[in-house]
């Protein structure tokens, strides 16, 4: 009894180290067998990374390595200084140039929200041909230089220009106005020039409201005008948004309509990086300069992100 005993648990003992063998067997098998999904998915990894690596290099030479370069320039002059930017934060020049820069962008930005708004709402109104048409005529200044309308304007609105030969005909005035070389000539020519990115964020955004919204207010009898305040108006904020970010952020920037209609005299940021360079030959505070207005663009963005994607914002939706 007792031989047989051992005998069975040896046979137990046996058969417990042979299921032991075979679990191990085949988790080894299993493990040494690559799964073939995750085998495709590096694949396709490997491949989405080749066909973007010659963009994320482009990305890198003219985005990055520039920026880059910028800050360093900005903060290196025979070594580590934020000199130009304590000039940029308590220097009036650079202060009243900032001051003038946001003026000029937020006036520019009003006008075209007054101009673009009725012709994006008409372009949406009338029906399809009409529309081509208008959205035609809105982006047919991108046919020109922005250098050639700019000297066009100064043409017009120049002391011996168009506009001042016609009132002076109409005996409207005495005097030939200044229109060019101030503020005035820069606000009406950028606007001009701005135009189009206004009108177009707005309109894409209208084509999106339906059409049955406005006649189901007109049949619980809401006049055209109240319609349009309580429903049309508030669909089409996102776009408004939109063109105003555009428009506001690309006047930050603009060089060479300041430089022609406002003589001299309106010195916006951009034209303060140019006299660093030009004139004085002072890399780093024109580095600085360029670095405070693009973080200030950046800012811009970020909060303006918080009630509008900006793939609404650059035209990606």
Same mark, same amino acid.
């Given at each position: 009894?007792?031989?047989?005993?051992?005998?069975?648990?040896?046979?137990?003992?046996? &058969?417990?180290?042979?299921?032991?063998?075979?679990?191990?067997?085949?988790?080894? %098998?299993?493990?040494?067998?690559?799964?073939?999904? /995750?085998?495709?998915?590096?694949?396709?990894?490997?491949?989405?990374?080749?066909?973007?690596?010659?963009?994320?290099?482009?990305?890198?030479?003219?985005?990055?390595?520039?920026?880059?370069?910028?800050?360093?320039?900005?903060?290196?002059?025979?070594?580590?200084?934020?000199?130009?930017?304590?000039?940029?934060?308590?220097?009036?020049?650079?202060?009243?140039?900032?001051?003038?820069?946001?003026?000029?962008? &937020?006036?520019?930005?009003?006008?075209?929200?007054?101009?673009?708004?009725?012709?994006?709402?008409?372009?949406?109104?009338?029906?399809?041909?009409?529309?081509?048409?208008?959205?035609?005529?809105?982006?047919?200044?991108?046919?020109?230089?922005?250098?050639?309308?700019?000297?066009?304007?100064?043409?017009?609105?120049?002391?011996?220009?168009?506009?001042?030969?016609?009132?002076?005909?109409?005996?409207?005035?005495?005097?030939?106005?200044?229109?060019?070389?101030?503020? $005035?000539?820069?606000?009406?020519?950028?606007?001009?020039?701005?135009?189009?990115?206004?009108?177009?964020? %707005?309109?894409?955004?209208?084509?999106?409201?339906?059409?049955?919204?406005?006649?189901?207010?007109?049949?619980?009898?809401?006049?055209?005008?109240?319609?349009?305040?309580?429903?049309?108006?508030? %669909?089409?904020?996102?776009?408004?948004?939109?063109?105003?970010?555009?428009?506001?952020?690309?006047?930050?920037? $603009?060089?060479?309509?300041?430089?022609?209609?406002?003589?001299?005299?309106?010195?916006?940021?951009?034209?303060?990086?140019?006299?660093?360079?030009?004139?004085?030959?002072?890399?780093?505070?024109?580095?600085?300069?360029?670095?405070?207005?693009?973080?200030?663009?950046?800012?811009?963005?970020?909060?303006?992100?918080?009630?509008?994607?900006?793939?609404?914002?650059?035209? /990606?939706?």
């Amino acid at each position: 009894m007792v031989l047989a005993g051992r005998r069975g648990g040896r046979e137990a003992l046996g &058969l417990v180290h042979a299921e032991v063998d075979e679990e191990r067997s085949e988790a080894a %098998l299993t493990i040494s067998v690559p799964d073939p999904s /995750q085998k495709h998915q590096r694949r396709e990894h490997g491949l989405m990374l080749a066909l973007v690596s010659p963009a994320l290099l482009v990305i890198l030479a003219l985005i990055v390595l520039p920026v880059g370069w910028l800050v360093w320039q900005s903060i290196y002059h025979d070594g580590f200084t934020l000199e130009n930017y304590r000039r940029v934060f308590t220097e009036d020049i650079y202060w009243r140039s900032f001051a003038l820069t946001f003026e000029i962008s &937020l006036a520019v930005t009003g006008i075209a929200l007054l101009l673009g708004y009725p012709v994006a709402y008409l372009a949406n109104s009338v029906p399809k041909g009409w529309s081509i048409l208008i959205l035609s005529l809105v982006v047919l200044p991108f046919w020109t230089s922005v250098l050639v309308r700019a000297y066009a304007w100064l043409a017009l609105l120049q002391r011996t220009g168009v506009i001042n030969q016609f009132l002076r005909y109409l005996d409207v005035i005495s005097e030939p106005l200044a229109l060019v070389h101030n503020t $005035f000539g820069t606000v009406v020519a950028t606007v001009h020039i701005l135009l189009p990115f206004m009108v177009l964020p %707005l309109y894409a955004t209208m084509q999106k409201i339906p059409g049955d919204l406005m006649q189901a207010g007109a049949s619980l009898g809401a006049s055209p005008s109240l319609t349009f305040v309580r429903v049309f108006l508030p %669909l089409s904020l996102p776009g408004v948004l939109a063109g105003c970010t555009m428009v506001f952020v690309l006047c930050l920037g $603009f060089y060479i309509t300041p430089e022609l209609l406002g003589g001299g005299r309106t010195v916006m940021v951009s034209m303060l990086v140019s006299r660093n360079v030009e004139l004085y030959n002072q890399f780093g505070a024109a580095s600085a300069v360029a670095v405070v207005l693009l973080v200030s663009v950046l800012l811009i963005f970020l909060i303006v992100s918080r009630f509008i994607s900006l793939d609404r914002i650059l035209g /990606q939706k």
